[in-house]
């Protein structure tokens, strides 16, 4: 069975710094990979998806990558600001399953402090 | 504006009740699903329907059930067999074929008084 973990559970820095959220998998079988960005009491916003075929994905400050032989994919935040609080998870589909099934990190809450 | 809608965004249930939770979405995507979020942990998967009329059971299925009668909506009933219903719960939906990107609704808490 997929576990995915994601560590640390919780993370401060301060405005400017650089963030690095991580997320693992046990099983390499992935079909493709995506972050989500969650605030408290709301659902969650799809942030970037890669699929199993890529090494990364960007959006903005936002920069996704993902290696299947160390079962590992990494969220880079660039220059954080106060806004980028929130807590983020990671979610790997199988390709064993065809519908889509996803399994879910417990997430990183992040603060960043003015 | 396409997206997903969920109703109540707060949910009081007596011990023993059903209650129904709504999850309405105009993004023309045929799969739609339900989780359960708990404090400190991921999402956990209910149910999932690839089409209409078809659903399948997740991770956690007992004690709820679902309907697929239209396309744009996946209602959730949280029966009284639930004995811990006490929860967030979202809804996503995505295009058909699997693996594809899953959008979500802003969710429903559900507290057992």
């Known amino acids: 069975k997929q576990e995915v973990t994601q560590i640390p559970a919780a993370l401060s820095v301060p405005e400017g710094e650089n963030l690095v959220l991580n997320c693992s998998f046990t099983d390499s079988a992935i079909y493709n990979l995506q972050w989500f960005r969650q605030d408290p009491g709301k659902g969650l916003t799809s942030l970037l998806l890669?699929?199993?075929?890529?090494r990364e994905q960007t959006s903005g400050r936002l920069n996704a990558s993902l290696d299947k032989s160390s079962g590992r994919s990494t969220l880079y935040i660039a220059a954080s600001q106060p806004g980028d609080s929130a807590t983020y998870l990671c979610a790997a589909s199988m390709t064993t399953d065809s519908w889509g099934k996803l399994q879910f990190g417990a997430g990183t809450q992040v603060v960043v402090t003015p | 504006d396409g997206g997903i809608t969920q109703s109540p965004k707060y949910l009081f249930r007596k011990e023993g009740q059903n209650v129904t939770l709504s999850c309405e979405q105009n993004?023309?995507?045929?799969?739609m699903y339900w989780y359960r979020q708990d404090p400190g942990q991921g999402l956990r998967l209910i149910y999932y329907s690839q089409i209409v009329n078809d659903f399948q059971k997740g991770d956690i299925a007992e004690g709820y059930s679902v309907s697929r009668e239209k396309k744009e909506s996946f209602p959730l009933t949280v029966t009284s067999a639930q004995k811990n219903p006490t929860a967030f719960y979202l809804c996503a939906s995505s295009t058909s074929g699997g693996n594809n990107e899953q959008f979500f609704g802003p969710g429903t808490r559900l507290t057992v008084l």
């Open positions: 993004l023309n995507h045929d799969a």
């Open positions: 890669i699929q199993s075929s890529q």
